[in-house]
């Protein structure tokens, strides 16, 4: 169930691999245990227009949506493990960012199609 959504600024960075920036998330995500492997989806958006503080200086901002449930402990570990993984893989990147969202479990629906 958990979605990640990284957007990031198409420069300003020492070196951009999304597929290897994604591979990274996703085993940062699963380590910590309040994500399982299988269930995290993870899609990635590039920005060619944008500002940070108001100049072009790189950025990869990390959006986590999660069903609600877990505790703020639970997020924090996420939220850390997930920056922590973003800043080895972009150490000269400007800004860095993660914030993890609740989702009402009661709106929250989907379909999936058999295989």
Do not use: N, W
Not at 33 to 50: E, F, H, L, T
């Amino acid at each position: 169930m958990p979605h990640l959504v990284i957007e990031y600024s198409a420069d300003g960075h020492e070196r951009f691999d999304v597929t290897e920036v994604m591979r990274a998330l996703h085993a940062a995500a699963a380590s910590t245990g309040v994500v399982q492997a299988p269930d995290i989806k993870i899609r990635a958006i590039s920005y060619d227009d944008y500002l940070v503080a108001g100049i072009r200086d790189g950025f990869c901002h990390v959006s986590v949506f999660l069903l609600e449930g877990r505790t703020p402990e639970q997020k924090l570990k996420l939220s850390e493990s997930l920056r922590t993984s973003l800043s080895k893989m972009l150490p000269r990147t400007k800004s860095l960012s993660v914030d993890i969202r609740d989702m009402d479990s009661s709106a929250y629906k989907k379909r999936l199609l058999p295989d």
